[in-house]
């Protein structure tokens, strides 16, 4: 696949994902709109961690060859969406929490600010 059309499928991803996670942090806790839109934000933070995946890194040292600094988010995100998933099932709600809140700083916060750096595709687009 061609990396301007994984770019393309990220930002169809993280963009929805940004928009949910802002309304999910800002409203009430527990709802049925909170787990029902909860779980299209977990859906759509793992579909963008993976599709991040087959991005190879284009700034900065890389390892093998592809993955950069910034594929470190995605791990994050990979490992804190199922953790933070398995914690509100298990009424661990503070546990969920601060899954949560790291997904939504690390994953669309921090990593979506490095994305935007000089070199990046988002940047050459934008700017």
């Known amino acids: 696949m061609s990396y301007v059309f994984l770019a393309y499928m990220h930002l169809v991803t993280v963009v929805p994902a940004f928009l949910i996670g802002t309304f999910l942090l800002l409203n009430r806790k527990g709802t049925l709109k ?3 839109l909860g779980k299209v934000y977990m859906l759509l933070m793992l579909s963008t961690a ?5 991005m190879t890194a284009q700034v900065g040292p890389t390892l093998l060859n592809h993955f950069g600094f910034i594929h470190l988010f995605s791990g994050l995100v990979l490992y804190s969406v199922p953790a933070a998933f398995f914690a509100a099932r298990k009424k661990d709600y503070r546990t969920h929490q ?26 050459t687009w934008l700017f």
């Not at 993976?50 to 087959?54: A, E, M, V």
Request: glycine share 18%; aromatic share 14%.
């Open 34 to 36: 909170h787990r029902a």
């Open 50 to 54: 993976l599709i991040t995946l087959f």
């Open 98 to 123: 601060y899954n949560m809140i790291g997904v939504y700083v690390g994953g669309i916060l921090i990593a979506g600010g490095f994305a935007f750096a000089p070199g990046r595709l988002l940047h």
